[in-house]
């Protein structure tokens, strides 16, 4: 599957952004999807995922509570709704996918995802 995402930009602390990862090629809702963020000189983060087939997702420890990802199975769209953004916040996001439900065990690892978007910027000024 293609993915692409968008939404990024400059925000104040405290502000909220809406990203965006639109996927194309492949039936989406079978996949399981996912955020990850990287800053300059760090590894990549995991942010969050959701299983096609559970209700539930799964979230990093640095934005429970302040982001929150949802999907539009029709219009194979992945949302990730950032609130109280922190300057530490401020990464490179990309979306990821993988066909099926993936484990909770591997959802937080980057290489298990196949399909990963372009990278949108995120930077959060203090």
């Known amino acids: 599957v293609q993915l692409q995402a968008f939404g990024g930009g400059l925000v104040q602390a405290g502000g909220s952004l809406r990203l965006s990862c639109a996927a194309s090629g492949r039936t989406f809702s079978s996949y399981t999807v996912a955020w990850f963020r990287q800053a300059p000189g760090k590894e990549r983060e995991f942010v969050a995922a959701?299983?096609?087939?559970?209700?539930?997702?799964l979230y990093g420890d640095s934005v429970k509570g302040r982001f929150t990802m949802s999907r539009d199975n029709s219009r194979s769209t992945v949302y990730l709704q950032m609130n109280s953004l922190k300057p530490e916040d401020t990464a490179v996001y990309y979306c990821?996918?993988?066909?099926?439900?993936?484990?909770?065990?591997?959802?937080?690892?980057?290489?298990?995802?196949?399909?990963w978007g372009q990278g949108t910027q995120v930077t959060v000024s203090s």
């Open positions: 959701d299983r096609w087939s559970f209700s539930s997702t």
């Open positions: 990821a996918a993988r066909p099926g439900a993936l484990i909770v065990g591997v959802m937080r690892r980057p290489s298990s995802y196949d399909d």
